[in-house]
């Protein structure tokens, strides 16, 4: 008896060893700078793929203080089982933590922390023919400059161990866009003219959300600006008027 109570726990403990990282990777590895990955690291296995960024960050560089939203994707052709680790780094040696990662709540992405560095993975391996994570990631402050993701991802094959087991690794590169005095002044809201008979028009906030209040707080009109140059008719008495567009703020007087 004594034998196989003995039997039973030691298959427990090794189940125990090869599950450990399947409700996230240990922080430390994403494949950035100074950083192991989850292949070579937790898995004893190579690096066979890459892994697949897609973002809505624009070509020209992201905006400091903007969120863009972000989709890492990897598979190959035998694994069942997936799991990640993300890193956003830069500076001059590329081990400063830039911007700020935001997971989906715990839902599939939680986060881990070494030396006062977070790293975004799996919440739970994902289980199917890829290994898929969506995410959000605000850009820095103005004058940081270059930002590069950093992600390696497990690619399992299900079976307890990581015999069989494939990495995969991908990096994206993402410039600071610097707005010249050009743009700042291109993209200025205007609205026009101050005295107002019937309409008014406002520029430069396209797919910008616009309300109208009177001097007393009482909220006139609001909506959604579908072009650069919107024209909008002001059905109110005569009076000064506020036009806020997402946070700026202009005065007409309607006649």
């Known amino acids: 008896m004594k034998k196989i109570i003995l039997t039973i726990a030691s298959f427990y403990t090794l189940t125990m060893v090869l599950n450990a990282f399947s409700s996230g990777a240990p922080a430390g590895n994403s494949g950035a700078p100074n950083d192991n990955t989850c292949a070579t690291s937790c898995h004893n296995t190579s690096n066979v793929g890459d892994v697949a960024f897609t973002a809505d960050i624009p070509s020209e560089g992201y905006t400091p203080g903007e969120t863009y939203n972000i989709n890492v994707t990897g598979s190959t052709a035998t694994s069942q089982k997936y799991g990640f680790q993300l890193a956003v780094r830069g500076g001059l040696d590329m081990a400063d933590v ?65 015999g069989g087991d494939e990495g995969l690794s991908g990096s994206l590169v993402v410039e600071e866009h610097i707005i010249t005095s050009i743009e700042t002044n291109r993209s200025e809201l205007a609205v026009y003219p101050q005295l107002v008979t019937e309409s008014f028009f406002i520029e430069n906030a396209k797919g910008k959300t616009y309300q109208i209040y009177s001097m007393n707080g009482q909220l006139i009109a609001s909506g959604m600006l579908d072009s650069e140059r919107e024209e909008l008719s002001l059905n109110a008495e005569s009076g000064t008027y506020i036009i806020k567009v997402q946070g700026e703020s202009k005065k007409i007087i309607k006649l």
């Not at 911007?99 to 709540?105: A, F, M, Q, R, W």
């Not at 922390?113 to 890829?130: C, P, Q």
């Open 98 to 162: 830039i911007g700020t990662l935001i997971s989906d709540g715990g839902i599939t992405t939680q986060f881990t922390s070494s030396s006062n560095k977070d790293y975004l993975t799996h919440n739970g391996a994902l289980i199917g023919a890829e290994g898929s994570w969506d995410f959000q990631w605000t850009a820095p402050n103005t004058g940081t400059g270059t930002a590069t993701f950093y992600v390696t991802m497990i690619a399992a094959n299900g079976a307890d161990g990581s």
